[in-house]
């Protein structure tokens, strides 16, 4: 009897834990999505990098999106090489959208590049229109591997 007792209640409290991670799955998909980047109302964002190349000189990358003010954000990203390469670059882009678009358009962008390094910065503070979400996606390099990333959508008023 007690061991049917202490069944009913794992069961009861499994079945608890599980209705509770499906709404809370649910709730996390309610924000609209573009080309991969949920649109949020939070100040800031940073997206990591996914690898596309099978190489030893790129280790990690990242971007990011930050809003500072009514108007202005801070946008740029880091890659970081596994050692001194030839050559580390970054590659920025600044895109925009509003809430019904379906896709992201263009609205900023630039790239740098530095010679026998193991890492490349690069950010700019950009003075922007409100009403639109704001992402940043970066292409990172080192020698010849690369990967990419990109942050959500960060809303400006």
């Known amino acids: 009897m007690k061991r049917r007792l202490v069944s009913m209640c794992l069961?009861?409290?499994?079945?608890?834990?599980?209705?509770?991670?499906?709404?809370?799955?649910?709730?996390?998909?309610?924000?609209?999505?573009?080309?991969?980047?949920?649109?949020?109302?939070?100040?800031?964002?940073?997206?990591?990098?996914?690898?596309?190349?099978?190489?030893?000189?790129?280790?990690?990358?990242?971007?990011?999106?930050?809003?500072?003010?009514?108007?202005?954000?801070?946008?740029?990203?880091t890659t970081i090489a596994a050692h001194v390469v030839?050559?580390?670059q970054i590659g920025v882009l600044v895109e925009r959208a509003k809430e019904e678009d379906t896709e992201w358009s263009y609205y900023d962008g630039w790239q740098k590049e530095n010679?026998?390094?193991?890492?490349?910065?690069?950010?700019?503070?950009?003075?922007?229109?409100?009403?639109?979400?704001?992402r940043v996606r970066c292409t990172h390099a080192a020698n010849s591997d690369v990967s990419s990333s990109f942050t959500n959508g960060v809303y400006v008023e």
């Open 11 to 77: 069961a009861v409290m499994l079945v608890g834990g599980l209705s509770l991670t499906s709404m809370l799955e649910v709730k996390a998909a309610e924000n609209k999505v573009i080309d991969g980047s949920e649109l949020t109302h939070e100040n800031e964002s940073i997206g990591y990098d996914t690898k596309i190349t099978r190489g030893v000189d790129l280790m990690a990358g990242y971007s990011k999106c930050t809003k500072l003010g009514e108007g202005k954000i801070y946008a740029g990203g």
């Open 86 to 88: 030839d050559s580390v």
């Open 115 to 134: 010679l026998n390094m193991n890492r490349v910065t690069s950010n700019r503070t950009l003075y922007v229109e409100g009403d639109y979400y704001y």
